[in-house]
């Protein structure tokens, strides 16, 4: 934006867990505009992995899962004389985390299971344990910025 910096959104912690994390994690997690629903295949899946687990709670297993994805650098396309270079940048801790969210939602749509909170509570519990969709993706991410580290001086 040209003018003047973007107003940040105030967002409310959720009912049960009274955590704004959470409410972000759901908000992403909505589709249509239908966040009750989406509160609800949330808090079935942390259910879900509340019982699967006996030493930590699922809200534990979710924020481990979370911290787990999260990338510290991507890379970004720069044209430097006709070529196009593969830049590692650090990332905002905002962004970071959106990143790290979008990624727990979309590998878990993608799984196999029956319902979406089954998928997210499978997502969940691989990410936690530094394994399923989402966290190889942030290797990937994390293996791509090592690689092209070289251009890291052609920073924006």
């Given at each position: 934006?040209?003018?003047?910096?973007?107003?940040?959104?105030?967002?409310l912690p959720d009912p049960?867990?009274?955590?704004?994390?959470?409410?972000?994690?759901?908000?992403?997690?909505?589709?249509?505009?239908?966040?009750?629903?989406?509160?609800?295949?949330?808090?079935?899946?942390?259910?879900?992995?509340?019982?699967?687990?006996?030493?930590?709670?699922?809200?534990?297993?979710?924020?481990?899962?979370?911290?787990?994805?999260?990338?510290?650098?991507?890379?970004?396309?720069?044209?430097?004389?006709?070529?196009?270079?593969?830049?590692?940048?650090?990332?905002?801790?905002?962004?970071?985390?959106?990143?790290?969210?979008?990624?727990?939602?979309?590998?878990?749509?993608?799984?196999?299971?029956?319902?979406?909170?089954?998928?997210?509570?499978?997502?969940?519990?691989?990410?936690?344990?530094?394994?399923?969709?989402?966290?190889?993706?942030?290797?990937?991410?994390h293996r791509m910025a090592?690689?092209?580290?070289?251009?890291?001086?052609?920073?924006?």
């Amino acid at each position: 934006m040209r003018r003047r910096q973007a107003k940040k959104h105030i967002i409310l912690p959720d009912p049960k867990f009274n955590e704004i994390l959470v409410t972000k994690f759901v908000n992403n997690l909505m589709l249509q505009g239908k966040k009750s629903t989406a509160f609800k295949i949330f808090y079935d899946a942390i259910e879900i992995v509340d019982g699967r687990t006996e030493e930590e709670s699922g809200l534990e297993v979710w924020k481990r899962a979370l911290e787990n994805v999260t990338p510290g650098v991507e890379v970004k396309s720069r044209r430097v004389g006709g070529a196009t270079f593969q830049i590692p940048t650090p990332i905002r801790d905002s962004r970071k985390q959106s990143m790290a969210m979008k990624w727990l939602i979309g590998y878990s749509r993608k799984r196999n299971e029956k319902t979406m909170s089954q998928k997210l509570a499978g997502e969940i519990m691989a990410a936690a344990k530094e394994e399923g969709g989402a966290y190889k993706k942030k290797e990937d991410t994390h293996r791509m910025a090592e690689a092209n580290k070289a251009f890291s001086h052609f920073r924006f």
